[in-house]
């Protein structure tokens, strides 16, 4: 029977547990006296699972010297800020979770405060991640505040469960983390113990019933309304729920609460997904002598462009944006950035876009060192060439075409090359858009409509045109404040033009010319 | 005349055979205008060349003129190109000469000459687009030069509008537009491969049917 320290007050499942941060402070050493001591004669034994939950990371992430001064983050709840982590130091001076920020400053005089930073937290989550890959090749990122190691097929490696243990809590102690630890067969029931402070290690899986019994049902993943029906039932700890017949408890608390409780006890499968790091590119160039010669560093850039090309093929990876960095004797670095319009891991096609923005670049030194990198990755498919090249106007053209508007956008912007479309509207000006993200919406008007059309109506003298057909009238857009009602006539102006003039029935005696049939 | 020495002179438009070979031989698009193809010593618009369209204002006809060649272009999965043009192109009308828009693509302006020049040296270079239409109000001879070079390296034609003629052009054929009642007055100023030709009047699809037809 596994002893667990049952808390007095009951805090919310994600928080820290009630204990003292001095127990905190010190991780413990790992003790077992009661659990069996892994031994490798057991042969392809199911997965373990070490979890460990982190339960002030949120201000370990922002406070570098949490350790030696009062301080704490706080956090906006309907419109109030209350404390979310408090220090060591705060939480001897009786700053507590949940406390009003006045309340606090008033029992400690001398607290510092700072916001809550998810994203610095979450940063920091990665980093632990990254550390923890040197234990086992399965970690995995809960919640923003745990993490969890499958470490099964590491203890051959380590020796023993304890070795790894103590390795992990050596390295989260050194950078100053409190944290909890426990192992289970189910990641589920790792992460439950771990967040109840347990420091019993459960190896069997038919152990966990036990092991679980005493925790309070208070550490459940539930909303308040939904913990709080099941303290009225009279449940207290996950004990009592074992008890209870399983088709009842779902019907009152819903499949999810059932599927969780056999993902505890290892009846259901809980699929985790795995922590990877995320591919990076960046390598640099030191260069025999400066260089401001713009053909020698496109040939540095080159040989860095193959470097990428090959580790984007070793990964079946593409980049859409890549960022070259030119680094002066006494002056800032220069940058070009530069990207195509899909995704691509064709080096030729990169390079002529460096090359169309290297040969625009004024260099305000000469060049010593250079740098390629790229940070963003899409998968990318790798098509077979054509063994016969088919001759002429085709479909082979268009592959091609896209990489010569990528060169053009490169020298003229962002805003310089335009698709052409037909969107469903009768208003003459908005049939037809100029739009930069080829979308094509095709669709045909029966009339008779110019080739050009000016960008801006402009007004005519009806005497100086000669009417040929007419009128089609364009009634639109009373319901959208760009109400058009017009008559549209084609005629001939003074220079023997067929032009497409119309009249504004707003305005009867206007006349406007729109469009030239060209 | 042995094959070798006879597939010499096809590869090389430069020598001058007399217009029956010529015509015969080099490698054409239609015009879509029975009046225009009989003129022009091709046949038809001239393939990897430049073509210079001379009027002193746009809208008189130029564009439902190269129509027909834009459509066999687009239905062949062409691209075309369309440098600073002069107004919107627009989108109904194109469809409504049965142009594909998907191989329609814009360069609405450039911030200088030279940008411009570049931009459509670089798409006749790339063999991307089929076709590349462009308007400047004169194109120097210099730079006309390395744009019949970029056609013929990429296999492209180019249309270039101007508003003056340049002296000397390299082009392979020059035509002066002017509106004209039916359709658009067309000057041959000069065509790589035959002499002086008078003036033509082609006839354009009227946008419209006129009142007396009907």
């Known amino acids: 029977m596994v002893k667990l320290k049952t808390p007095a007050s009951l805090p919310l499942f994600d928080t820290q547990p009630d204990q003292s941060p001095e127990q905190l402070a010190q991780p413990k050493q790992p003790q077992h006296p009661t659990t069996p001591v892994i031994e490798s004669r057991t042969p392809a034994r199911a997965a373990l699972w070490l979890a460990i939950y982190l339960p002030r990371i949120s201000l370990e992430a922002v406070v570098e010297d949490h350790a030696q001064r009062p301080v704490a983050t706080f956090v906006r709840d309907k419109g109030r800020e209350r404390i979310h982590t408090a220090s060591q130091l705060a939480h001897r001076g009786g700053v507590k979770k949940g406390m009003l920020l006045s309340a606090a400053y008033a029992i400690c005089p001398q607290l510092q405060l700072r916001p809550i930073d998810r994203v610095v937290q979450k940063k920091r989550l990665y980093q632990l991640a990254l550390l923890m ?46 944290f909890y630890m426990a192992v289970s067969p189910t990641p589920a029931a790792s992460l439950l113990l771990a967040r109840t402070g347990s420091t019993n290690n459960v190896c069997e899986r038919q152990d966990l019933r036990s092991a679980l019994g005493g925790i309070p049902t208070d550490y459940l ?33 819903g499949p999810g609460f059932l599927l969780y409780l056999d993902k505890l006890l290892g ?20 260069l025999m002598h400066e260089v401001s010669d713009l053909d020698q560093l496109g040939q540095a850039a080159h040989a860095l462009l193959e470097e990428l090309g090959d580790f984007l093929r070793a990964r079946d990876l593409g980049v859409n944006r890549v960022k070259l960095r030119l680094f002066h004797e006494r002056s800032n670095a220069t940058s070009i950035i530069t990207g195509t319009r899909t995704a691509t891991h064709d080096v030729d096609r990169l390079f002529a876009l460096l090359q169309v923005r290297l040969q625009q670049l004024e260099l305000p030194a000469p060049v010593v060192s250079v740098e390629l990198s790229a940070t963003r990755f899409f998968p990318c498919r790798y098509h077979n060439a054509q063994l016969l090249a088919p001759a002429g106007r085709n479909g082979e053209e268009q592959g091609s075409a896209q990489a010569l508007f990528e060169q053009l956008q490169a020298r003229l912007g962002d805003r310089a090359i335009f698709a052409v479309t037909a969107p469903a509207d009768f208003r003459p000006e908005r049939a037809s858009q100029l739009v ?37 009238r364009v009634e639109q857009g009373w319901w959208d404040q760009h109400d058009v009602r017009r008559d549209y006539y084609i005629a001939r102006d003074s220079y023997g033009r067929l032009c497409w003039v119309y009249r504004d029935l707003h305005q009867p005696q206007q006349w406007y010319l729109h469009g030239l049939f060209g | 005349m042995s094959d070798a020495l006879q597939q010499l002179l096809i590869d090389n438009p430069a020598v001058w055979r007399g217009r029956s070979a010529y015509a015969a031989q080099f490698k054409h698009w239609p015009s879509g205008h029975a009046q225009l193809d009989n003129r022009l010593p091709t046949g038809g618009w001239p393939d990897k060349a430049l073509i210079e369209l001379i009027a002193p204002r746009w809208g008189v006809g130029e564009i439902r003129l190269l129509a027909p060649l834009m459509r066999t272009l687009s239905q062949r999965q062409s691209s075309q190109l369309w440098v600073c043009p002069p107004y919107l192109p627009y989108a109904p009308a194109l469809l409504g000469c049965e142009i594909n828009l998907d191989h329609v693509a814009v360069v609405a302006q450039t911030r200088s000459e030279a940008e411009r020049h570049w931009c459509i040296e670089k798409a006749l270079q790339s063999g991307a687009c089929g076709l590349v239409l462009a308007w400047a109000r004169q194109f120097p001879r210099k730079v006309l030069r390395r744009l019949q070079l970029a056609a013929e390296q990429g296999n492209a034609l180019a249309v270039l509008f101007c508003n003056a003629p340049t002296e000397h052009s390299p082009a392979a054929l020059r035509l002066k537009l002017s509106p004209a009642l039916q359709g658009v007055r067309v000057d041959v100023l000069k065509a790589r491969g035959s002499f002086a030709t008078p003036s033509i009047d082609v006839q354009l699809p009227l946008p419209f049917t006129p009142p007396h037809a009907a």
């Open chain 1, 133 to 178: 890959q040197q234990f086992t090749s399965q970690v995995t990122l809960c919640a923003g505040n745990a993490l969890l190691l499958e470490v099964q097929r590491s203890i051959a490696y380590f020796g023993s469960l304890e070795a790894i243990q103590t390795g992990v809590a050596q390295q989260l102690s050194q950078r100053q983390h409190a």
């Open chain 1, 221 to 253: 993943p539930m909303n308040a309304r939904e913990r709080q029906r099941l303290h009225n039932s009279g449940v207290r700890e996950l004990r009592d729920i074992w008890r209870l017949p399983k088709d009842q408890l779902g019907k009152r608390f």
């Open chain 1, 267 to 286: 009846e259901a499968a809980d699929v985790r997904e795995t922590f990877r790091r995320k591919p990076r590119f960046c390598r640099s160039e030191e």
């Open chain 1, 436 to 472: 930069t993200a080829a979308a094509p919406a095709q669709n045909k008007i029966d009339q008779p409509r110019p080739l050009w059309l000016l960008p801006q109506a402009e007004a005519l003298d009806v005497k100086d045109v000669a009417l040929l057909s007419g009128p089609e």
